[in-house]
């Protein structure tokens, strides 16, 4: 099993483009998550989705889009990237959405946005 | 708001168990309490997690203080590659990290 993957890996973009990044998760998850990590800090949940054909918005969502194409995948929009959307984002899946739940991390996309 | 507070870093010999501690004063009845750990700028990976009871892995055990005001992430033989940032959160699944504590491991 391959876990938790994310595409792409590294991304440079020039302020007011536009991107999606991808994440798979082959575990047979029912949730998913999107987090991102400023330099030096924690990360801080954008969106997640409790189950298939769900969103909701998580503490930074501001800038960002998702869609759950289905079960096994999670996508994060980024409509007209800014400066301060440079991060390192990190996709996670669950097998639920409730406490007590693991949540299994991928390896990260890192992003600048010049 | 900061939910946890933890010490922004510690040494620890190979060898020796490393203690770290995290208060979380302000947690509700249903909250959990997570560790988890990053490695260099690698995804985050789960520690444990508890309600009430201590509870012990094959990585470490986890003390939660029977007001639930603070709890102690114990890694028993600390080895090289515990290195690390450690994150003690709260919460149900909406996850927020604070700034963790880096955990050196030294030989």
């Known amino acids: 099993n391959a876990g938790v993957t994310q595409t792409p890996k590294f991304q440079v973009l020039k302020t007011g483009q536009s991107m999606t990044l991808q994440c798979a998760q082959d575990m047979n998850h029912n949730s998913m998550y999107w987090y991102r990590q400023d330099p030096g800090m924690g990360l801080r949940l954008i969106y997640y989705s409790a189950s298939e054909g769900t969103t909701d918005k998580g503490e930074v969502p501001n800038g960002y889009n998702v869609s759950r194409l289905n079960k096994r995948e999670f996508s994060l929009r980024l409509e007209s990237a800014a400066p301060s959307q440079t991060s390192v984002y990190f996709c996670?899946?669950?097998?639920?959405?409730?406490?007590?739940?693991?949540?299994?991390f991928g390896p990260g996309t890192r992003l600048t946005v010049l | 708001d900061a939910k946890t507070t933890q010490p922004p870093s510690m040494d620890c010999a190979e060898g020796r168990a490393a203690n770290l501690p995290c208060n979380h004063s302000?947690?509700?009845?249903?909250?959990?309490v997570y560790w988890y750990r990053q490695i260099h700028s690698q995804g985050p990976q789960y520690i444990i997690h508890?309600?009430?009871n201590n509870e012990t892995n094959e990585m470490a055990s986890l003390i939660i203080t029977e007001d639930r005001k603070s709890s102690t992430l114990i890694l028993p033989h600390a080895t090289l590659r515990d290195t690390a940032v450690y994150y003690c959160?709260?919460?149900?699944?909406?996850?927020?990290f604070g700034a963790g504590t880096t955990v050196t491991v030294r030989a």
């Open positions: 959160i709260v919460g149900h699944y909406k996850l927020s």
């Open positions: 508890g309600l009430k």
């Open positions: 302000t947690i509700s009845g249903n909250e959990y």
């Open positions: 996670a899946s669950s097998p639920l959405a409730g406490g007590g739940n693991e949540q299994f």
